[in-house]
């Protein structure tokens, strides 16, 4: 019942040209999608132009990696829910590790903007995951139960399709190690019972657990076996269209 979702997170990389031949690449790669769905979350500078390239393909769709949760104002280099949807956007990614490390992102930060993308029919794609030090500590259910609660306060969900969750071990972010799949698997059962906790067995049964960390075509396979793994936030392994195409093609 839950359609696999492989989100590409281009993060701040791509010209224009560059992007262009990459998404023109893809498409060519893979077709029609009929079961599964696929996302590219471009730079800002990118949405237009790839939202373009996409719009004869439904089934990938467009997101942004960040929004602010003001819809207009004086916030001077933030861009909002609605200019989001203006462009084209389905998905937005909210509190991914690099903003929380590196701009400052808390789990409130991150509810506001959960909250705001949902109101102007947005999906977010919430990320969470631990530490390193977290993880070597024993702390990685509570620290990634903690920030799920923390960012999810408050929301009212009427569907599990309206949300997306990303569980991204930050240790695995980048570096080419990854999480065992049966780990991973464990740690997203866990945010699956959160789910139901705060909104109910129906809706947690809806929602899509991404998992991201060092995903490549030589490890999607096994980690789409799981349970309940829906699917994939992709970094590096997005930004050339045959390995993304690959990871989209998983068996
Ligand atoms: C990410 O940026 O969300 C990510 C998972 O990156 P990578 O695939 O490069 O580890």
């Known amino acids: 019942m839950r ?19 990459m998404v023109e690449d ?8 009929r079961d599964r769905e696929a996302a590219i979350c471009p730079p800002f500078h990118l949405l237009s132009e790839v939202g373009s390239l996409l719009a004869a393909r439904p089934s990938i769709r467009l997101g942004g990696q960040d929004l602010y949760w003001k819809d207009s104002g004086a916030f001077t280099g933030e861009v909002s829910a609605p200019m989001l949807r203006d462009v084209g956007c389905h998905f937005v990614i909210v509190g991914h590790s690099e903003r929380r490390a590196l701009f400052g992102e808390t789990d409130s930060s991150c509810a506001q903007k959960v909250t705001a993308a949902q109101n102007h029919g947005l999906v977010p794609i919430l990320c969470v995951g631990e530490t390193l030090e977290e993880r070597e500590a024993g702390r990685t ?10 960012a999810l306060q408050g929301l009212a969900l009427d569907s599990g399709e309206r949300l997306v969750v990303a569980y991204e071990p930050i240790w695995a972010i980048g570096t080419g190690k990854t999480d065992s799949p049966e780990e991973a698997n464990r740690t997203m059962s866990l ?4 789910l139901a906790e705060l909104f109910g067995e129906r809706i947690a049964a809806q929602v ?12 999607i396979d096994a980690f ?28």
Do not use: H
């Open 3 to 21: 359609i696999p979702l492989l989100a590409a997170n281009w993060k701040m990389n791509m010209t224009r040209r560059e992007a262009r031949v």
């Open 26 to 33: 893809l498409l060519a790669r893979v077709g029609d999608l």
């Open 141 to 150: 259910q509570e620290r990634v139960v903690s920030q799920f609660r923390g």
């Open 191 to 194: 945010l699956r019972a959160t």
């Open 208 to 219: 899509r657990l991404l998992y991201g960390g060092s995903v490549k075509p030589e490890n």
């Open 224 to 251: 789409m076996a799981c349970r309940e793994i829906d699917g994939a936030l992709v970094g590096g392994a997005s930004l050339k269209a045959e390995s993304f195409a690959r990871i989209i093609q998983f068996q």
